[in-house]
């Protein structure tokens, strides 16, 4: 174990008590103003109940007019990241009140034991928290903070009910993995293929290996060339090297049914299991966990006392400081700077018991606070980004109680309209040929490295794009159907769950349905050719149609109703614009591409084009589903 004192003003004494076991650093070689000093006690090892040691760094405040064990409250970080990088963090709350517990996740970098997907993180949680609450310095609450995998650990120590927890800030945090994250209406998220061929090399037992390490490090460098190459099997290429990651990617690519495989974040399946603490949910419009984290608060503000908050911008995975996303401008006033500071109010109220700004100002004001987006004037920025814009608002529940649901019907012409279409029979058809998918561009994607781009994009191929660098709009492929409505005659906002009810059929056994809602800028000076740019998509795996619980296959040529989930949004469609939707099979490489054969998940040898038709005729409305906000009460 090592320990580091962090000394703004030198104290000469204190440090020659600790010198010949602990390394000085300057406190301005962190990356953040302090005001006070601070101890770190690195690499020390945490037993959990089985005897696994966890790493885990404590960082503790040093003043000279209080102990080094005086009991304060806890914030806890455990993360599959690195501990070593939370050192911002620690620095920041250990001089501001509170102690600071960074831990690496079991079987990740200093961390013994083996990595299993958020498995583990539940009891480990527990374990943790209560051997943190045997120390004289906590007092005996907890607060727990994250992003991503290590907002899940959060929900994972939630779920398990560890006593000492007292609130969580899981911030764009892994859940429902078999709803709409992992698997997505039973179609398997690819950014989570990429997360396994990025970390089975990296802070994995087979990385600290220099050889092995190389080895997955070349697989990670070759990602595109993989992409190629599906179904991943067993044994079949270097990740054989780290098997604890293969085997759990291959198993959750050929599991398609929500049940216990995916049940260690599960919370709105199993709100009632969750601790009840006061809970702050934070993501975004364009994150990849934007729709479980409004599915989370639905539950759970009807599940525990709370207080359940809810906090919903315009911002991609992890952004929550920044206005700018993909192509689009949202302006200044999208972006949360002060990362810490906002997070340290909500932990002052609820460990420390200062009555604060939460429950009275903003960002705390009301249970729900959103970005409405879409209200710019579409100009053209310094650095060539549409200035959609936006602004912010409180509300006090979700979905928002004066929501008028309006159904937007799929004409024959290609049309889109309130009014249902009236003729007998009217379809159309497309042929889905899975050795050609329908490009991702941007959208729900939580890691862009160079497979995916995220956030909001203008629906054109180019250089940014791998698999699609023609100048070409997407609307040009055959096999996207786009439905529009005429311009409209008044500004219009969209707030909150969409879905697509779509009447199809295929003359497969099995394939996908895609729907993505698009706002569709009229030409200007600034862009000439418009600017289509994306709001939510969503997809359906035909055998779970009926449910997440089992598969069925589908009789070809038979006519089935199709529920597409798209993420949910706040966006102001203005006056002149026209609403889109645009239907395919495909979307790739956000998703895994059906091969439209039927045989089991990730265990196909075959591809087949499916003929596809899509029908919007009187018996048959398929239509979506716009959650509008009268304008008369968006105030």
Same mark, same amino acid.
């Given at each position: ?9 030198h104290?000469w004494a204190?440090l020659l ?5 602990c ?12 005001t006070e ?12 109940r089985?005897?696994?040691r ?10 000279d007019d ?7 409250? !806890?914030?806890?970080?455990r993360?599959p990241y690195n501990?070593?990088?939370a050192r911002?963090m ?7 009140g509170?102690v600071?517990?960074a831990q690496d996740?079991r079987?990740?970098y ?13 009891? +480990?949680?527990v374990d ?5 609450g045997?120390q004289p310095w906590c007092?005996g609450?907890?607060?727990m903070?994250?992003?991503s995998?290590f907002?899940?650990?959060?929900h ?7 006593p000492e927890l007292?609130?969580?800030?899981p ?8 709803r709409?994250s ?8 690819l950014?989570f293929?990429n ?5 089975a090399g990296?802070g994995?037992?087979?990385a600290?290996?220099p050889g092995t390490?190389a080895v997955?490090e ?6 595109l060339a993989?992409l190629?190459?599906?179904p991943l099997?067993?044994?079949q ?5 780290s098997?604890?990651y293969e ?8 599991h ?7 049940g260690?974040v599960n919370?709105a +399946?199993?709100p009632?299991?969750y ?5 702050y949910?934070?993501s975004g ?6 729709g479980?984290n409004?599915?989370n608060?639905?539950?759970?503000s009807?599940t525990?006392?709370?207080?359940v908050y809810?906090?919903?911008g315009p911002?991609?995975?992890?952004r929550?400081a920044?206005?700018a996303h993909?192509?689009?401008?949202f302006g ?9 500071g906002?997070?340290?109010k909500w932990?002052?109220?609820?460990l ?9 100002a903003d960002?705390?004001?009301s249970?729900?606070r959103?970005?409405v987006?879409g209200?710019? +004037?579409?100009?053209?920025?310094e650095?060539g ?5 936006g602004y912010?608002?409180?509300e ?6 004066r929501?008028?649901?309006s159904?937007y019907y799929l004409q024959?012409d290609g ?9 007998d ?5 497309y042929?889905?040929d899975p050795e050609?998918?329908?490009p ?13 781009v ?8 180019g250089?940014?794009l791998?698999?699609f660098?023609?100048? !070409? ?6 096999d ?6 005429e ?5 219009l906002?969209?707030?909150?769950e ?7 059929s295929?003359?497969a056994?099995d394939?996908?349905f895609t729907a993505k809602?698009?706002d569709v ?8 050719g418009?600017f289509?740019l ?11 149609r009926e449910?997440l619980?089992?598969?069925v296959?589908?009789e070809p040529?038979e006519?089935y109703?199709?529920t597409i ?6 966006n102001v469609?203005?006056k002149?614009?026209? !609403?889109r939707?645009d239907?395919?099979s495909?979307n790739?490489?956000?998703?895994d591409v059906?091969?439209n054969?039927?045989?089991p998940?990730n265990?196909h ?5 499916a ?6 005729d009187?018996?048959h ?7 509008v906000?009268p304008?008369?009460?968006q105030e």
């Open positions: 174990m090592q320990i580091d004192i962090i000394r703004r003003r104290q204190v008590l600790w010198a010949a076991c390394t000085a650093v300057r406190a301005d070689d962190v990356t953040a103003d302090f000093d601070y101890v770190v006690e690195h690499d020390v090892m945490v037993p959990m089985d005897g696994v966890l790493a885990t760094d404590i960082y503790r405040p040093a003043r209080q102990p080094l064990d005086k009991p304060l409250p !806890i914030i806890l970080s993360l501990k070593d990088g911002s620690g620095a920041y709350y250990a001089t501001h509170y600071f517990v996740t079987g990740r200093k961390s013994e034991g083996v990595w299993r997907m958020l498995s583990d993180d539940g009891r +480990d949680g943790c928290a209560a051997w943190i045997r007092d609450k907890i607060g903070i994250g992003t995998y907002g899940g650990t959060q994972a120590m939630a779920l398990a009910g560890a007292k609130t969580v800030i911030v764009d945090a892994m859940s429902n993995m078999g709409q992992l698997r997505n209406a039973g179609a398997f998220e950014r293929w997360w396994i061929m990025l970390n990296r994995s037992r087979a600290r290996d390490a997955l070349e697989m990670a460098d070759q990602r993989y190629e190459h599906f099997r067993r044994g290429t270097p990740l054989r090297l098997p604890e085997d759990w990617l291959v198993s959750a690519m050929e398609g049914v929500n049940d216990e495989f995916w260690a919370v +399946d199993s009632e299991n601790k009840d603490i006061p809970v949910l934070v419009w364009y994150d990849s966990w934007g479980n409004t599915a608060f639905m539950a759970l009807k525990i006392k709370g207080p809810m906090i919903m911002w991609i995975h992890g929550q920044s206005y993909g192509q689009v401008n200044k006033q999208a972006a949360i700077t002060d990362q810490w906002w997070r340290r932990y002052d109220r609820w420390k018991g200062i009555d604060n700004s939460v429950g009275k960002p705390f004001k249970p729900v959103i970005f987006m209200t710019g +004037d579409g100009s053209k920025d650095k980004r549409l200035r959609h814009g912010w608002r409180n006090h529940e979700w979905p928002l109680a929501t008028r649901y159904d024959p049309g889109l309209s309130t009014s249902p279409p009236q003729t029979e009217a379809t159309t058809q042929q889905f050609n998918p329908v991702t561009i941007g959208g729900n994607v939580s890691s862009g490295n160079d497979i995916l995220q956030g909001a994009w203008n629906q054109k191929g250089p940014h791998w698999n660098q023609e100048p !070409i709009p997407i609307s040009a492929r055959n996207v159907l786009v439905f529009q409505s311009p409209l005659e008044e500004d906002e969209v707030t909150g969409i879905e697509v009810r779509l009447f199809a295929s003359s056994v394939t996908d809602l698009i800028y009229p030409p200007s000076d600034d862009w000439p418009g289509d994306n709001i939510g998509d969503g997809i359906v795996r035909a055998r779970f449910s619980e089992k598969e296959l589908m040529g006519v109703e199709f989930r798209l993420y949910p949004t706040s469609f203005k002149g614009h026209r !609403i939707v239907i395919s495909s790739f490489p956000r998703f059906n091969p054969t039927g045989e998940l265990r040898r075959r591809t087949e084009v003929t596809q038709t899509i029908y919007h009187a018996a409305p398929s239509r979506i589903i716009l959650p906000i304008a008369s009460s």
